[in-house]
């Protein structure tokens, strides 16, 4: 612009003042149109909602995550399951833990039956037996006469005069070489005699070559059950399970020790195939 002359830099500023004015006005009138969608949108919205209807609640993340009445939430999401799900039997086992926690045993029994009809043997269903023969021990004398007498008659077949360390021996001693059974009736061991917190640890890390079950998601499972202390206190035996994993799973990162790295070589790798997938899924 130094070697224009006045009149030429006169227009030039001049061209540059108009294009500024049209992009301050083009800017405007974008910001009224996007507030006329806005107010229009609002419009149509209070317009399609009934005179009467509640108004909704605002979308807070945090709000969501921590509802004020979990149990009934929870059990607003298990009716249908109870209807669209009803032949698997992790929709009762889920229904027994949420009426356990609502103290409703008629209805503890009903998701009991159910489960136990589809699956008399399933390792998750024995825990809830032996919890379940727990609760009902401990509520006999605050029970109605009537429900004591239901209770006791429709759970007498399942039960047979057992108590509870009885079942999970007998559970045990007949499911010794399946992981998934030495899991939950280690849990049930610690459960009803915590003393044998380091028998139940035992039962449960196994990883013998003639247990089955012995897989990527059941170890999973046993080393956050150590970990959330379900077996009570046990740095230790936590950190040598960990260890033990990671030689079976050297690339699932569950298992992986902070200070080194579980993402193979492609060498690595290669000799690695006969492996099959479970060493490299990532937790």
Not at 58 to 72: G, N, Q, S, Y
Not at 182 to 194: G, I, K, N
Not at 216 to 228: S, W
Request: net charge neutral; with cysteine.
């Amino acid at each position: 612009t130094e070697n224009l002359a006045p009149g030429e830099l006169k227009k030039l500023r001049n061209k540059q003042r108009k294009r500024l004015r049209k992009a301050e006005l083009e800017r405007q009138q974008a910001a009224q149109a996007q507030e006329k969608r806005e107010q229009h949108n609002k419009s149509r919205q209070q317009g399609d909602a009934e005179p009467d209807a509640p108004q909704q609640d605002e979308l807070v993340p945090e709000k969501l995550a921590r509802v004020e009445d979990p149990l009934e939430q929870a059990i607003r999401f298990l009716h249908p399951l109870q209807t669209l799900a009803a032949r698997r039997i992790e929709t009762h086992l889920m229904a027994f833990e949420i009426y356990s926690r609502k103290k409703k045993p008629l209805l503890m029994l009903q998701s009991i039956k159910r489960a136990h009809r589809l699956d008399p043997n399933s390792p998750k269903l024995h825990s809830c037996l032996i919890l379940c023969h727990g609760y009902l021990t401990r509520w006999q004398g605050n029970l109605d006469a009537a429900v004591a007498t239901v209770l006791k008659q429709e759970m007498e077949p399942i039960f047979r005069g057992r108590d509870a360390h009885q079942m999970n021996a007998e559970f045990l001693a007949a499911n010794s070489k399946s992981l998934e059974a030495l899991f939950e009736s280690a849990r049930m061991m610690y459960h009803l005699d915590p003393s044998k917190q380091e028998t139940a640890i035992s039962l449960a890390t196994t990883l013998d070559k003639d247990i089955e079950g012995v897989n990527l998601q059941n170890c999973t499972k046993v080393f956050q059950a150590l970990r959330n202390e379900e077996f009570g206190s046990c740095p230790e035996q936590v950190a040598e399970y960990e260890a033990r994993c990671h030689v079976r799973f050297p690339y699932a990162q569950v298992f992986c020790p902070p200070s080194t790295s579980c993402h193979p070589s492609p060498i690595a790798e290669s000799n690695h195939i006969s492996d099959g997938k479970e060493n490299c899924v990532s937790n």
